[in-house]
């Protein structure tokens, strides 16, 4: 059965910093791109960032040069380091798993940036 277990979230102010981590089990993992995505209150669930079985990473351009994406392939984990935390990041975080035929997505977890 596959998992992916989303966990990191919180409520941080402005400037501040928050570490997402996904596990997964129940896949090859090393052959997947992982990836998070966010959605916030009646908006579409957007990219935020990837990375792929080759460490390629690619980011949305709101977010580049604050938040770095990694992947460790003993632990079967992906993380989401986010730096200088802005409001408009508020939104529910997803992790994702694809493959050609696959994808996977974690329940999600609240990121709240406030004062």
């Known amino acids: 059965q596959v998992q992916l277990v989303d966990s990191g979230g919180g409520l941080v102010q402005p400037g501040g910093s928050l570490r997402l981590s996904c596990a997964a089990s129940?896949?090859?993992?090393?052959?997947?791109?992982m990836g998070w995505y966010r959605q916030a209150p009646g908006k579409q669930r957007e990219l935020v960032a990837t990375?792929?079985?080759?460490?390629?990473?690619n980011y949305a351009d709101s977010v580049k040069g604050r938040f770095t994406i990694s992947r460790d392939i003993l632990r079967k984990t992906v993380y989401l380091q986010m730096n200088s935390l802005k409001p408009e990041d508020t939104a529910v975080y997803y992790c994702?798993?694809?493959?050609?035929?696959?994808?996977?997505w974690g329940q999600g977890t609240q990121v709240t940036v406030s004062s």
């Open positions: 129940g896949i090859a993992f090393s052959i997947y791109a």
């Open positions: 990375i792929t079985s080759t460490e390629a990473t």
């Open positions: 994702n798993a694809h493959k050609r035929g696959a994808d996977y």
